[in-house]
C-alpha cells in the first residue's frame, strides 16, 4: 500500500555533529522520493531528492541513502547548525494513471540543534 | 527565485462561514495542489489541478470544498460551511511540466470558531 513512516518523532542534537533521520516506506514499486524541511509556521521546503536506480545522493551538507532492500531511507545533515532546527518529512508520490501526482508525506521527525 | 506564494497569511472564521484561500502558483508550473496540515500533524493531500480540472482529489476534498483558477495566476480553494475540524494551515503547491518536486507555499493558518 501507500505509506511512508518515521521511526523517531524527536531528534536532539548538539551544534557540529552531525545527524541522521530515518524514513520507512511500505510500497516497494515506490521509485522517488523527496525530503522537506519544515520550519516553524512555514510551509515544506525541497531540500534532496532520489531516485531508486540511486543508493545515495549528495547536496550541500545533506546526504540521502536509499536502501531498497529494507525500504528504508535516510537524510544525513553534516556538521548540524542551528537553521537546521525543523520538521524534517519524507514523501513520495501517490502514483496515479497519467498526469502528475500527490504526496504522501511521513508522519516527521523534530530535529533541535542545541548549543 | 520564484515562489509559491499564499494569501492570507492568517484567517479566522465563524463556524458555518465561507472562506477562498488564494495562492499564485509559480509562473511555468502546470500543476497545482493543495495540502492540510492540522496542527502537530503530517500533510496532507487534498486536491491536484491540471488543464483547469481537479486531477484527483482525497476523501477529505468533499463537497464543501472547490478549487478554481479564475485567471492565468491565480488558485484558489474555496469552504463553503466551514467546520471546527477545518481550522489548519493550508499549503497551495506546483509543479511543471516533466517534474515531480513540488514547491509549497507558506500556507494560510484557518482558524474556525
Known amino acids: 500500500g501507500e505509506s511512508v513512516g518515521l521511526h523517531l518523532p524527536t531528534l536532539s542534537v548538539q551544534e557540529g555533529d552531525n545527524s541522521i533521520i530515518n524514513c520507512a516506506y511500505s510500497?516497494?514499486?515506490?521509485?522517488?522520493f523527496i525530503w522537506y524541511k519544515q520550519e516553524s509556521g512555514k510551509g515544506p521546503q525541497f531540500i534532496i531528492d532520489?531516485?531508486?536506480?540511486?543508493d545515495k545522493r549528495q547536496g550541500q551538507r545533506v546526504t540521502v541513502l536509499l536502501n531498497k532492500t529494507v525500504k528504508h531511507l535516510s537524510l544525513q545533515i553534516a556538521a548540524t547548525q542551528p537553521g537546521d532546527s525543523a520538521v524534517y518529512f519524507c514523501a513520495e508520490p501517490g502514483h496515479i494513471s497519467g498526469g502528475y501526482n500527490k504526496l504522501i508525506f511521513g508522519a516527521g521527525t523534530r530535529l533541535a540543534v542545541h548549543p | 527565485e520564484p515562489e509559491v506564494t499564499q494569501t492570507p497569511s492568517h484567517q479566522v472564521t465563524q463556524m458555518g462561514q465561507e472562506v477562498i484561500l488564494r495562492c499564485v502558483p509559480i509562473?511555468?508550473?502546470?500543476?497545482f495542489y493543495w495540502y492540510r496540515q492540522i496542527l502537530g500533524q503530517k500533510v496532507e493531500f487534498l486536491v491536484s489541478?491540471?488543464?483547469?480540472?481537479?486531477?484527483?482529489k482525497s476523501e477529505i476534498f468533499d463537497d464543501q470544498f472547490s478549487v478554481e483558477r479564475p485567471d492565468g495566476s491565480n488558485f484558489t480553494l474555496k469552504i463553503r460551511s466551514t467546520k471546527l475540524e477545518d481550522s489548519a494551515m493550508y499549503f497551495c503547491?506546483?509543479?511543471?511540466?516533466?517534474?515531480?518536486?513540488?514547491?509549497f507555499g507558506p500556507g494560510t493558518r484557518l482558524l474556525v470558531l
Open positions: 503547491a506546483s509543479t511543471r511540466e516533466g517534474q515531480e518536486t513540488q514547491y
Open positions: 509562473s511555468n508550473h502546470l500543476y
Open positions: 532520489i531516485r531508486s536506480n540511486m
Open positions: 489541478f491540471y488543464n483547469n480540472e481537479i486531477s484527483e
Open positions: 510500497n516497494s514499486a515506490s521509485d522517488y
